[in-house]
Nanobody
Framework: EVQLVESGGDWVQPGGSLRLSCAAS????????MKWFRQAPEKGLEWVSGISNRGAYTYYSNYVKGRFSISRDNAKNTLYLQMNSLQIEDTGVYYCATGYGASSSQYNYRGQGTQVTVSS
């Protein structure tokens, strides 16, 4: 059974940083592209960032480019999202997912999400 478990979400002030993690199990993590989505309150699901299976290629939405950094540790079956210079608009539930490639807005599997709240 595929499992994706996100953690690291928290409340943070604007300009702050957070690091999200996603622990993967039930599939061969190292051969699958991975990505992050988010869903802001009363908005649809938005693709945020993706990474190729070995980490050689990374992709970012225009909203987070230059502020967020995606990475992975295939030895630990874990995906990360380093978020810097957080803005109020970054508030939402963040999900990790896999399937359909790193830059696609589609996915086969998605975790339950972790809440990120940016406010003063």
């Amino acid at each position: 059974e595929v499992q994706l478990v996100e953690s690291g979400g928290d409340w943070v002030q604007p300009g702050g940083s957070l690091r999200l993690s996603c622990a993967a199990s039930g599939f061969t993590f190292s051969i699958n592209d991975m990505k992050w989505f988010r869903q802001a309150p009363e908005k649809g699901l938005e693709w945020v960032s993706g990474i190729s299976n070995r980490g050689a290629y990374t992709y970012y939405s225009n909203y987070v480019k230059g502020r967020f950094s995606i990475s992975r540790d295939n030895a630990k079956n874990t995906l990360y999202l380093q978020m810097n210079s957080l803005q109020i608009e970054d508030t939402g539930v963040y999900y990790c997912a896999t399937g359909y490639g790193a830059s696609s807005s589609q996915y086969n599997y998605r975790g339950q999400g972790t809440q990120v709240t940016v406010s003063s």
